[in-house]
């Protein structure tokens, strides 16, 4: 507390003797006389924003820029809510009565914690740039905040310190990233040259800004992206700047880099229509001919392989005619002497039932006809 | 009006009775030119009527369980088949063989084992006497197994000297083996193909300009949600899907057959490989350019049946019929100073001569156009013809002087060019000692029991009383036993000029596995894939092609890292570590665990194939060797369980197929496979 009575020493409002910013001298005296209540501050378009204050913390800030539309451009950004997830937590809310964020919680999209997160920073961020407005119409309404939901819980010192800190910082940065829509791309070529990630000696800060970086997000869209915010974002680059990490990509630049991206779609599309020609065409081809087809001259020709199965039954039997005759001196009467004493197996009664001898059958016709029944 | 009938026969105006009869019997005439017409002579085994009377004593004491009664006329079968000068008799191993299967359960394992062995010299060169020994020993437990060990040696050794059993061995496992192979080689490339199929459909995405390939980062992500990108986005992986099915499937349709498309298949993926999988790729293309020449392996016993060298070699390892003789006149028609079809048929006649002087004249003669070809078999057994024909003949009582003194010329002749063989040193010995040279025999004796290693040596003794009696010619069939058989080079006759190793025709299944492709040209494709997978393991490496980032399971490549971040660096990887600050851990584990429920679904396809076809799933989840091991076993199973009985059969050695119904074999490969593969699953559930 004491820290912070000192402020007014410290505060650039001081030192150039220029009075502080409204909404500054208003979180501060509701900070050092320990009020509770809203701040109302008109913006341009007739809108307001309102910041609920309770012992000495800012518990929700109600402002365009944090709304829930603000919310799902963040979660959508970042890739954490697709379009189908958030009919389906519309539905939700309506049906439970409860608002598309919280949906969101509870269709499992999205962790709390995530969301409070962004609740959080929209809140911080927009407050912060409150907080640095001249000219502002703020009044306030000093009464009991209990009842009040807490949409985020923002230190007012830290507030303060950090809005100080911006103004501070403001002309410097504002140098090199004259405005949120400026864009910024890497300065080394395309590959890095080599460079290795793991050998970047950047903060932490500057090393997500640099790796997010790709010549088409504008500040603002880094400062979602990254989840540092704005200003944090033009700090970075200011820092990579100078360090000739980055380089402001200008509008010739642009204009180039749209010609490049309208020429490559291009190429893109060509190649697509080459590449669906050439799959159509292979597949019509491919459709138009059967695997029988080219197989169709072998399919009809003799396979010495199955001959070499089928006269494994023949040579059985065969082999069996012989054994039997060399054991009891006489040929077999019929398939079943043979099989009985297992010489042949049962599955060559066919093969036996076909052995012509001098033009007739050696096990008789009625055999001929067992085995053809066996072969069904 | 009659009917009018458009038969040639008058069909319509039989009666029903007759017209069956008609019916039947044109099907059993249409039957009957399509059945299997053998000759009489080929159900007939036809043997020396002593040996053939013998053979029924053996067979029916054997089935009497009466071993002494069976000993006694194997040891009778021997002595006429080495009088009668027949190397062998498969047909009557063959029918021991049989008896001995059907009887082993009941009787001692030694007798069982002194059965074999004594069995050994019905057919000493036949390798399945040998193996038959070698069951018998094992019956009696571990004391047998050194035995059974010396007896498969010299089992495996018997099948030089017998090449029909060789190759008949060799063609039923190549048989069995090329089933296996074939499925190893189709389902392991399918298999290999489909676990990197991703990888190179994220390759051949990258040839389009621009076109991310992968969704890396959340921004990405949010990126995906635009029309424009989905359309674009989703036609890239339509295209990029239709051109890996198109390389998979268009050869196969195109007709190139499994084979080559598989080589292709292994050549496409080859680049992506682990250590491991590359020598599977290498191996199963190897192995692909060796299928064709197995392939020729299961075809030829067909082939060597129908050589006059396996005719010629039959007539002198077995008992040449006159069957065979007749053969072989025809062949010594069209070429009549044939050395080795003359000394065949000049066996024909020594074997058929029953020792008597006309048959054995017949053999000189024809023995004779060897010798003029300076032919060693044909000198041993002019030599011995010789013998045979001086006590043959036996003028005044005594053996003829002048065809002893031919004998001993070319016992001299063959010990002197070709070195100090056995069985000349023995009818030399016999000569010597007919004539009644008894140093030189002494010497000769001595020479031969330097040259031999056989235990038994009573055959010395034998000699010298035999050539050494009073009435040697009433002693012939004793010394007609005591000659042997000049040593016979069994593989250049059996094989001739044929040449094993060479490519067949076609391959099984109707030409699916090589479709239009020339046989010939598979092991080119072969060794040209071999070169294309090295060339692609090096080109691999230049191009730095997509690989999956083992931290996140994406995919990632070198074009996509720097396209998305700059870096060579997984962009997953990298987003996490810049992630926004307000991001909750939680929400980036949900991330994460959507990305590995693609890989969760591999967890669940690789234990289901590995369970359904063992070694699929192995091959499917990255560890080939273990794989490729088990769709071998199955394949062999499978073969085993499908053809029970091996397809390659000796009729002229037939032993029956005792254990060819309910085979053990397939049953415990089987059970070994899924047990390994249930235990493959268990042990890398989590991997």
């Not at chain 1, 890095?192 to 970047?200: F, I």
């Not at chain 1, 080219?294 to 199965?309: F, N, Q, T, W």
């Not at chain 2, 080589?263 to 020598?279: D, G, P």
């Not at chain 2, 017949?362 to 011995?384: E, H, M, T, Y």
Request: proline letters at 5%; one cysteine or more; glycine letters at 8%.
């Amino acid at each position: 507390m004491n820290d912070f009575n000192n402020m007014s020493r410290t505060d650039p409002a001081n030192q150039q003797r220029r009075p502080a910013p409204p909404l500054f001298r208003e979180l501060l005296g509701a900070f050092k006389n320990g009020r509770n209540g809203t701040v109302t501050v008109s913006l341009d378009g007739g809108t307001v924003a309102s910041i609920s204050i309770d012992s000495g913390r800012v518990i929700q800030v109600t402002h365009p820029d944090t709304d829930t539309s603000k919310v799902l451009e963040i979660l959508s950004r970042i890739g954490l809510v697709g379009e189908k997830q958030i009919e389906k937590a519309t539905k939700l809310a309506r049906k439970h009565a409860i608002t598309l964020e919280d949906a969101l919680v509870k269709a499992g999209a999205v962790s709390a914690t995530t969301l409070g997160n962004i609740r959080e920073l929209l809140a911080r961020e927009a407050l912060l740039d409150l907080l640095m407005e001249r000219e502002l119409d703020v009044s306030a309404v000093w009464a009991s905040q209990r009842g009040t939901r807490a949409c985020c819980v923002l230190p007012i010192p830290y507030l303060l310190k950090s809005a100080n800190k911006r103004m501070e910082e403001h002309d410097d940065i504002r140098r090199v990233v004259p405005s949120g829509d400026i864009v910024f791309e890497k300065a080394l070529s395309k590959d890095l040259d080599g460079a290795k990630w793991e050998d970047l000696k950047l903060g932490p800060a500057q090393r997500q800004v640099f790796f997010f970086l790709d010549g088409q997000m504008s500040v603002a869209d880094l400062g979602i992206a990254t989840g540092q915010g704005q200003f944090a974002v033009e700090r970075s680059l200011k820092s990579l700047f100078e360090d000739g990490l980055v380089r402001k990509v200008v509008l010739g630049d642009e204009r180039t880099g749209k010609n490049a991206t309208r020429f490559s779609a291009f190429v893109r599309a060509l190649s697509f229509l080459i590449a669906i020609l050439i799959v159509m065409v292979g597949m019509a081809t491919v459709a138009g001919r059967t695997i029988s087809d080219p197989l169709g001259r072998e399919l009809g020709a003799r396979d010495p392989y199955r001959e070499v199965i089928d006269d494994a039954a023949m040579r059985r039997v065969l082999g069996a005619l012989r054994l039997h005759q060399l054991i009891f001196n006489r040929l077999p009467d019929d398939f079943e002497d043979m099989a009985a004493p297992k010489m042949v197996l049962r599955s060559d009664r066919r093969a036996a039932a076909m052995i012509t001898v001098d033009e007739s059958f050696l096990f008789g016709a009625k055999a001929v006809q067992v085995g053809e029944e066996d072969k069904d | 009006m009659p009917n009018r009938c458009c038969c040639l026969v008058n069909f319509c105006t039989m009666r029903s009775s007759t017209r069956l009869l008609t019916i039947l019997m044109i099907l059993m005439v249409s039957l009957v030119a399509i059945a299997s017409a053998i000759r009489p002579s080929e159900m007939l085994v036809r043997l020396p009527e002593r040996i053939q009377s013998e053979t029924g004593t053996m067979l029916a004491s054997m089935w009497r369980r009466d071993l002494r009664a069976a000993k006694s006329a194997i040891a009778r079968i021997g002595e006429y088949r080495i009088e009668a000068q027949i190397p062998n008799l498969p047909a009557v191993a063959g029918a021991f063989l049989y008896r001995l299967r059907e009887i082993s359960e009941e009787i001692q394992p030694v007798a069982l084992a002194v059965l074999a062995q004594d069995a050994l010299i019905i057919a000493p060169d036949l390798p399945d006497m040998y193996f038959a020994l070698a069951g018998a020993h094992m019956k009696m437990g571990l004391e047998g197994i050194g035995p059974a060990t010396g007896a498969v040696i010299q089992g495996l050794q018997a099948h030089l000297r017998f090449p029909r059993t060789m190759i008949y061995r060799v063609a039923n496992v190549a048989f069995y083996g090329f089933g296996a192979l074939v499925l190893m080689v189709v389902m392991a490339g399918a298999m290999m193909f489909i676990r990197y199929r991703r990888l190179l459909t994220h390759d051949i995405s990258d040839f389009f300009p621009s076109a991310p390939a992968t969704i890396f980062s959340a921004m990405d992500v949010a990126k995906s949600k635009t029309a424009g990108f989905i359309v674009s986005n989703g036609l890239l992986r339509i295209i990029s899907s239709a051109f890996v099915l198109l390389l998979a499937v268009a050869p196969l349709v195109f007709g190139a057959g499994l084979l080559p498309t598989a080589v292709l298949w292994l050549i496409s993926i080859s680049a992506y490989t682990r250590r491991t999988e590359k020598l599977a790729v290498v191996l199963l293309i190897g192995t692909i350019g060796v299928l064709p020449i197995i392939g020729h392996l299961v075809l030829l016993p067909a082939e060597t049946d129908r050589t006059p060298g396996h005719r010629i070699w039959s007539c002198y390892r077995e008992y040449c019929t006159y069957e065979v003789g007749t053969d072989l006149v025809r062949m010594s028609i069209e070429r009549p100073n044939d050395v080795l079809i003359n000394t065949a048929l000049g066996n024909l006649e020594l074997q058929q001569s029953g020792n008597r002087s006309v048959g054995l004249e017949a053999a000189i003669a024809r023995f004779d156009i060897g010798v003029k070809a300076d032919f060693p078999v044909a000198i041993g057994l002019s030599a011995n013809s010789h013998v045979l024909k001086s006590l043959a003949d036996c003028p005044l009582g005594e053996p003829d002087k002048e065809h002893l003194r031919e004998a001993q010329r070319l016992y001299t002749s063959h010990i002197d060019k070709y070195g100090a063989e056995p069985a000349m040193l023995r009818g030399l010995a016999i000569v010597q000692g007919l004539l009644g040279e008894r140093d030189q025999m002494e010497a000769s004796l001595t020479d031969l029991l330097h040259a031999v290693n056989d235990d038994d040596l009573d055959f010395v003794a034998r000699i010298r009383t035999l050539s050494g009696g009073h009435a040697p010619c009433r002693q012939i069939g004793a010394l007609s036993a005591e000659i042997r058989p000049p040593s016979f080079p069994d593989q250049e006759v059996y094989f001739g000029n044929m040449n094993v190793f060479t490519l067949p025709s076609t391959l099984p299944w109707h030409g699916w596995l090589q479709g239009r492709i020339p046989i010939p040209w598979i092991p080119i494709i072969s060794i040209v894939g071999l070169i294309l997978v090295m060339a692609a393991w090096w080109v691999g490496k230049k191009l730095k092609l997509a690989t999956v980032c083992p931290r996140c399971n994406n995919i990632v490549c070198q074009s996509c890292n720097t396209r998305a971040s700059g870096y060579d660096y997984c962009p997953t990887c990298l987003f996490e570590q810049v992630k926004p600050a307000f991001l909750d851990p939680l929400d980036l584990i949900a991330i994460q665990q959507e990305r590995e429920s693609r890989s969760d679904l591999k967890k669940v396809v690789a234990p289901i194939l590995a369970i359904l076809l063992p070694g699929s799933g192995q091959v499917l989840s990255g560890r080939p060797v273990r794989g490729l091991l088990m769709l071998l076993i199955v394949g062999l199973a499978v073969g085993f369980v499908l053809h029970p009985a091996s397809p390659h059969i000796d009729a002229l050695a037939y032993a029956g197929v005792y254990g060819a119904e309910l085979p053990i074999g397939p049953p415990i490969l089987l059970i070994a496979v899924y047990t390994m593969t249930a235990l493959d699953v268990w042990l890398n559930r989590e991997k």
